[in-house]
């Protein structure tokens, strides 16, 4: 059975970095977009980035432009979230997730059929 399972979430300070992992096992997801979104207390969740199965195109939201980064690793069915610069209002509950249907790159969470249960980020200021 396909599954996500994410890493890395924790407590950093205000102008700090941390690194999120996502583990991708059942299946191939080399051919699969990915992407990464969060959910805060009593908020939607949101789209924060997503790549291409061949990591040639990158998608990221407006909040986060300029201070994530995502990266994918086949070989390793992993997909990373690099979070620089990072601010209170980035605190969320983080999840991976993937859209095993299609390479087109998109911010709608309805396009990702598979999700991992969720890595909580802790910003303090």
């Known amino acids: 059975q396909a599954q996500l399972v994410e890493s890395g979430g924790g407590l950093a300070q205000a102008g700090g970095s941390l690194r999120l992992s996502c583990a991708a096992s059942g299946r191939t997801f080399s051919r699969v977009v990915m992407g990464w979104f969060r959910q805060a207390p009593g908020k939607e969740r949101e789209f924060v980035a997503a790549?291409?199965?061949?990591?040639?195109?990158?998608l990221y939201a407006d909040s986060v432009k300029g201070r994530f980064s995502i990266s994918r690793d086949n070989a390793k069915n992993t997909v990373a979230l690099q979070m620089n610069s990072l601010k209170p209002e980035d605190t969320a509950v983080y999840y991976c997730?993937?859209?095993?249907?299609?390479?087109?790159?998109?911010?709608?969470?309805?396009?990702?059929?598979?999700w991992g249960q969720g890595t909580q980020v802790t910003v303090s200021s």
């Open positions: 997730a993937a859209d095993l249907y299609s390479n087109v790159v998109v911010t709608t969470r309805h396009a990702y059929q598979l």
């Open positions: 790549i291409s199965w061949s990591g040639a195109s990158t």
